[in-house]
């Protein structure tokens, strides 16, 4: 073999080396590992309860006195009726144990409001809403709640209310599921206020 035949040929290995080593890519890459089955719905029931825990802390508009009485306007509007200061004395108690959640007085929208057509109590009402978030925040206060003041905030409730169908509808459900344990509420759990009101009353908290 020539000296020019044997320059050729280790010419001709270097560029064939060279070529495959150049079209060699980063390796095998493997996929990233299945997520557990339900994984996802474990996520989502996770923010739901979550949430559910959120909305355990709105004072809603039907724990204060009426805000419009026809012939006396809202004179005790801003004060909490029975079921909101049951509701506040719970409150308290989750907070002391350590719950950092915000405590929210939902906007009220039932205050008349002068200059209108027929001037039906449905408006909302700032100055109201600002003396019941200073009765929530006292009432707290008292019951050894010492950041009440940066806590307690005005805010629409995060759970919405029913349509008067909607409401219809779960009424009629509600009452298609006693009937179909134990022959009516009656035989559910010992009558309806023993075995619904002592479970709902006793885990809601």
Not at 70 to 93: F, M, P, R, S, T
Not at 130 to 142: D, G, I, P
Not at 171 to 197: D, K, T
Request: net charge negative; charged share 20%.
């Amino acid at each position: 073999m020539t000296l020019f035949n044997r320059t050729a040929g280790g010419l001709t290995l270097a560029l064939v080396a060279a070529g495959l080593v150049g079209c060699q890519g980063p390796g095998r890459i493997d996929p990233a590992p299945p997520t557990m089955l339900g994984a996802s719905v474990d996520e989502m029931n996770r923010t739901q309860e979550l949430n559910a825990e959120a909305a355990k802390y709105v004072v809603y508009q039907h724990e204060f006195e009426p805000s419009f009485v026809e012939g006396k306007g809202e004179k005790n509007a801003w004060k909490l009726n029975g079921y909101g200061e049951d509701h506040l004395k719970q409150i308290a108690a989750n907070l002391l144990r350590g719950d950092e959640l915000p405590v929210v007085v939902e906007r009220s929208q039932t205050s008349p409001k002068a200059g209108t057509d027929y001037e039906y109590p449905i408006h909302f009402n700032d100055e109201l809403d600002e003396k019941r978030r200073r009765c929530v925040v006292a009432a707290l206060t008292a019951m050894g709640v010492t950041d009440a003041e940066s806590r307690v905030v005005v805010a629409p409730a995060f759970s919405e209310g029913l349509m008067s169908s909607e409401a219809a509808a779960a009424y009629q459900r509600g009452m298609n599921y006693g009937r179909g344990y134990g022959g009516g509420y009656g035989g559910f759990g010992g009558g309806f206020g023993g075995g619904f009101g002592g479970g709902f009353g006793g885990g809601f908290f």
